[in-house]
Nanobody, 121 residues
Framework: QVQLVESGGGLVQAGDSVRLSCAASGRALNRYFIGWFRQRPGTEREFVAA???????QYGDSMKGRFTIFRQSAVTVVYLQINRLRPEDTAVYYC???????????????WGQGTQVTVSS
């Protein structure tokens, strides 16, 4: 099993940047893909990005350009950098994990509690 704890959310201004952190703990972490999803008000949860232990990353179609997922050399912390924030980026951002690449993109088995990002105009 893996435990995930997000941090770094808060109230930010449009145009600013924010870096979210996901601290992972558990056994065999190098087996897991780590990803980020978000849920905007009144919408379904959507895939943002995911990263493999190798560092290879994949992004949701509408997330390319302003979103960057990366990890430190140790596998236990994964970051999501969001640049040029827009009010429509307001959402709860969730960290997620799974050992299966198809699942990390759609319906991961492990989730953090989420961190709220609110972007004011």
């Amino acid at each position: 099993q893996v435990q995930l704890v997000e941090s770094g959310g808060g109230l930010v201004q449009a145009g600013d940047s924010v870096r979210l952190s996901c601290a992972a703990s558990g056994r065999a972490l190098n087996r897991y893909f780590i990803g980020w999803f978000r849920q905007r008000p009144g919408t379904e949860r959507e895939f943002v990005a995911a990263i493999a232990e190798s560092g290879a990353a994949q992004y949701g179609d509408s997330m390319k350009g302003r979103f960057t997922i990366f990890r430190q050399s140790a596998v236990t912390v994964v970051y999501l950098q969001i640049n040029r924030l827009r009010p429509e980026d307001t959402a709860v951002y969730y960290c997620a994990a799974d050992t299966v690449v198809d699942m990390i993109l759609t319906n991961p088995g492990y989730w953090g509690q989420g961190t709220q990002v609110t972007v004011s105009s």
